[in-house]
């Protein structure tokens, strides 16, 4: 059974960086055709996405998030990281991450095979 579980702060200053970790375990991020993604909820908005990496390593991003977006990932850890520059208080919202077998850019959770939790993160001086 394939788990993910999103990792660090809950807090992040204004104009720095938001970094956050997705763990995976009972499966293999490397895994054939298999893309892993990361998504938010802002407060009373629409779940949004906002990019993907997949098995192979290649990156895709929202457009309006592109300039500002990197997804990376460490198969020796078995997770996936992304990282959001420059933040602002309207980049606040729950983070997820997502995954599975050919699944990406969908904007409903429940159309991924798996599924964090979501942690929230608020951007405030």
């Known amino acids: 059974q394939v788990q993910l579980q999103e990792s660090g702060p809950g807090l992040v200053k204004p104009s720095q960086t938001l970094s956050l970790t997705c763990t995976v375990s009972?499966?293999?991020?490397?895994?054939?055709?298999?893309?892993w993604n990361w998504l938010r909820q802002p407060p009373g908005k629409e779940l949004e996405w906002i990019g993907y990496?997949?098995?192979?390593?290649?990156?895709i991003y929202t457009p309006s998030l592109k300039s500002r977006t990197s997804i990376s990932r460490d198969t020796s850890k078995n997770q996936f990281t992304l990282q959001l520059t420059s933040v602002t208080p309207e980049d606040t919202a729950v983070y997820y991450c997502?995954?599975?077998?050919?699944?990406?850019?969908?904007?409903?959770?429940?159309?991924?095979?798996?599924r964090g939790q979501g942690t929230q993160v608020t951007v405030s001086s």
């Open positions: 997502a995954g599975g077998v050919g699944l990406a850019t969908m904007t409903t959770l429940n159309e991924y095979d798996y």
């Open positions: 009972g499966g293999s991020i490397t895994a054939y055709n298999h893309y």
């Open positions: 990496i997949e098995y192979s390593g290649s990156t």
